[in-house]
């Protein structure tokens, strides 16, 4: 049950785990593949180019199965930010609600908020065919495209009109909330990213300096 009055909307590659899981797809289909995603996927993060220009394109590159996918998967667990399970679950003791906003892949994405005890998970779902092989994905899904996690939180306050509602991510997609929302909080243990680290109301390297943040707004 999600509380009407605290949610916390993090992001996932990069803030709740090590990695980004369009790269990691793209590593499974060999170097070449993987650093020419990889570029794509840090001009996006970086706000130097539009995620919509590449959203696409990387995956029509990559041509992930589901078997890929949920290798993935496994993986977010296993590179899980190191302070996140005992964080999360003491903000949730004290009334916190925890909600992953991704423009990831919520088949990948869905293990990790198992691990996590997370039930919301918004992020972009995948098609395949019967064999498992890629037959696209959900292209009016809000966070395919600039400008989508405020659609999500927009949603959200819809839903919750009385919440108290903190971001938490590592990149531009993320900033972007910042007026949406109560507070937003850059991340920065794996990448800091200059306008992220300057425009963020606070910045931090580690999750578990979050509820001291929290309690102090």
């Not at 499974?28 to 706000?47: C, H, I, P, S, W």
């Not at 590159?61 to 993986?75: E, M, Y």
């Given at each position: 049950m999600i509380s009407l009055s605290r949610l916390l909307l993090l992001d996932c590659d990069s803030t709740l785990s090590s990695i980004e899981g369009i790269d990691e797809l793209a590593r499974?289909?060999?170097?070449?593949?993987?650093?020419?995603?990889?570029?794509?996927?840090?001009?996006?993060?970086?706000?130097t180019i539009s995620v919509e220009s590449v959203f696409g394109r990387r995956l029509e590159?990559?041509?992930?199965?589901?078997?890929?996918?949920?290798?993935?998967?496994?993986?977010y667990i296993e590179t899980i930010e190191p302070?996140?399970?005992?964080?999360?679950?003491?903000?949730?003791?004290?009334?916190?609600?925890?909600?992953?906003?991704s423009g990831g892949f919520r088949a990948a994405i869905r293990p990790l908020a198992t691990h996590l005890g997370i039930s919301r998970v918004e992020a972009v779902d995948?098609?395949?065919?019967?064999?498992?092989?890629?037959?696209?994905?959900?292209?009016?899904?809000?966070?395919?495209?600039?400008?989508?996690?405020?659609?999500?939180?927009?949603?959200?306050?819809t839903e919750f009109p009385s919440a108290r509602i903190v971001?938490?991510?590592?990149g531009v997609s993320d900033l972007e909330t910042k007026s949406h929302v109560d507070l937003f909080v850059g991340f920065g243990r794996y990448v800091q990213r200059e306008r992220v680290k300057k425009e963020s109301h606070h910045f931090i390297r580690a999750l578990d300096e979050l509820p001291a943040l929290l309690a102090a707004h």
């Open positions: 499974l289909q060999g170097d070449v593949v993987f650093k020419r995603v990889e570029a794509m996927t840090m001009e996006a993060m970086n706000g590159i990559i041509q992930p199965r589901l078997s890929d996918v949920l290798a993935v998967g496994r993986r302070t996140a399970l005992p964080t999360l679950a003491g903000l949730v003791a004290v009334g916190w609600t925890p909600v992953i906003v995948l098609s395949f065919t019967r064999d498992g092989a890629y037959a696209g994905y959900d292209e009016k899904y809000p966070t395919t495209r600039s400008g989508g996690k405020p659609e999500i939180v927009a949603q959200l306050r971001a938490v991510g590592d």
